[in-house]
């Protein structure tokens, strides 16, 4: 069985289309499947939706989250509670084709256990935007060593991935990342990103801006060799300024003034300030992993076939 996993934050208009669509593509193509919802703490209506898209269709499972807790945990939780022997995961939004998943599905029967979706083309976006995702994925594929540039979260994984997966102790995921992380037979199937037909997405500049200093470190700690070079490079400075002021003062010419004082120590005050800061997200992500709290808590679920139950629980009371 197909299980296919839709994180959903504020989708209210979104949730009984894309069952719809998704079991159609699915039945039509006579694929098992279970569509997991998870309701990421939305503020809408979405977990309304859900319930009841999952009353009229045996097929629809859901999780509820407490609060919002991200797409990430809204991923992992739907991972960990998928029960199909390869799980997809996919944005709610059908901004994914669910065709794709059809390709999908036959790879995986041919025996690849990771099946990345990969943007064949991004939609639409702005020049601003393109220009930081592409910079962002630069940075990224350097630190995973894996071409990031077109990677996306649709993605289907085989249980044993999906296990793997689940297995990673640390809080701070990215999906995207680890799914080429943890190897396995991999494979691509390209697809072109489609136009968003409800609601908005969720991503301001600002929280882009956060997703991506938050993936590098949980990637690469270059950052902090930044700091290294940076002081490397103000030693530099040091060792020539001093032989010049030294030099002067030997001399009799010693530099007027204080100007150049009052340079130097803001220069080396705002280096060593952005080190500190560099070194301090470091530290407060690794207080983060240590607190152990769990990456998302569950306040209510929906098995798969509560229709078909209450079905024959009809039958039962009928004989
Ligand atoms: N999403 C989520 N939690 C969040 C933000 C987004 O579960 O905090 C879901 C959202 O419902 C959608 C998917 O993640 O199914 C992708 O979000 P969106 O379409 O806003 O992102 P974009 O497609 O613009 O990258
Ligand atoms: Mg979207």
């Known amino acids: 069985m197909l299980s296919v996993i839709l994180p959903a934050y504020n989708e209210e208009k979104m949730i009984k289309k894309a069952a719809a669509r998704i079991g159609q593509v699915l039945a039509g193509a006579e694929i098992p499947y279970e569509i997991v919802f998870v309701n990421d703490g939305s503020k809408d209506r979405t977990w309304e939706e859900i319930e009841k898209t999952a009353a009229a269709d045996p097929h629809v499972a859901a999780i509820c989250f407490s ?7 809204a991923m992992l939780a739907g991972l960990a509670g998928a029960s199909g022997d390869c799980c997809a995961v996919m944005d709610c939004d059908l901004q994914h084709p669910p065709e794709t998943l059809v390709e999908m599905y036959r790879l995986w029967e041919q025996g690849y256990e990771v ?58 995921t990215f999906f995207r990342a680890l799914s080429s992380w943890i190897g396995f037979r991999t494979t691509s199937v390209e697809f072109d990103v489609q136009e968003r037909t409800e609601g908005e997405s969720k991503w301001s500049t600002w929280s882009l801006v956060k997703y991506a200093v938050k993936n590098i470190v949980a990637f690469s700690t270059v950052p902090m060799q930044c700091v290294t070079v940076a002081g490397l490079f103000v030693l530099l400075l040091a060792v020539v300024l001093g032989i010049q002021s030294l030099a002067r003062y030997f001399s009799g010419r010693a530099v007027e003034g204080f100007t150049t004082v ?32 769990p990456r998302y808590l569950i306040s209510r679920k929906i098995e798969a076939g509560k229709e078909l139950e209450k079905e024959s629980e009809g039958e039962r009371a009928g004989e």
Not at 67 to 73: L, P
Request: glycine share 8%; charged share 25%; proline share 1%.
């Open 115 to 172: 099946i990345e979706g990969v943007k064949h083309t991004r939609g639409r976006e702005s020049v601003m935007h393109r220009a930081s995702a592409g910079l962002f994925y630069r940075m990224i594929s350097r630190a995973v060593k894996i071409n990031m540039s077109r990677a996306s979260d649709f993605k289907l994984l085989d249980r044993r991935a999906v296990d793997a997966m689940l297995s990673l102790p640390e809080r701070n």
């Open 67 to 73: 609060r919002n807790f991200g797409k990430e945990s």
């Open 262 to 293: 009052i340079l130097l120590v803001l220069l080396i005050g705002s280096v060593i300030m952005l080190s500190l800061g560099i070194i301090g997200y470091y530290i407060a992500k690794i207080y983060e992993e240590v607190k152990g709290r």
